[in-house]
């Protein structure tokens, strides 16, 4: 399965990196993320690993494969059959430096991958558009023309 999702969010793109960058604060405003929990100390890059837990999912542990700080990050969770990999990137708008484009994503690979698609995609779809808009929301909040 593979399901991506981009949305403009009127912030910058530092406002926007800081909330997307924040992963252990995500459930606080993305209502698909019950806990994230950073399992080792120091700064978030590649190798952190972070539990996280999502309602009606088993926790599942993500290991960062790419991070690139300001523009994007990657990580990956594996259980039998299956490899999930998110992206997260934003990018400026054209125009006045004030607009960001977020494009987040999913890729499921492994023998079992069709099986879960079958089973769980449109929940996953469901779950990565609501986070889009959760950041959006968020970064939006309290900005002048916006709702």
Do not use: N
């Not at 059959?81 to 977020?102: F, K, L, M, R, Y």
């Amino acid at each position: 399965m593979r399901f991506e999702t981009r949305i403009d969010v009127a912030a910058t793109p530092e406002e926007v990196w800081a909330q997307l960058a924040d992963v252990a604060a995500w459930p606080e405003f993305i209502p698909t993320m019950s806990t994230v929990t950073l399992l080792e100390d120091g700064p978030i890059g590649v190798g952190s690993t972070a539990r996280i837990k999502q309602p009606g999912m088993p926790a599942f542990v993500w290991r960062v494969t790419e991070w690139t700080p300001g523009a994007s990050f990657t990580w990956q969770t594996v259980s039998p059959g299956v490899t999930t990999v998110a992206t997260h990137s934003i990018h400026p708008e054209d125009g006045d430096g004030d607009g960001t484009s977020v494009l987040l994503g999913v890729v499921q690979t492994g023998w079992l991958a069709p099986l879960i698609a079958l089973t769980t995609g449109s929940r996953t779809r469901r779950y990565v558009t609501t986070e889009a808009a959760s950041l959006k929301e968020r970064c939006e909040k309290g900005r002048p023309g916006t709702a």
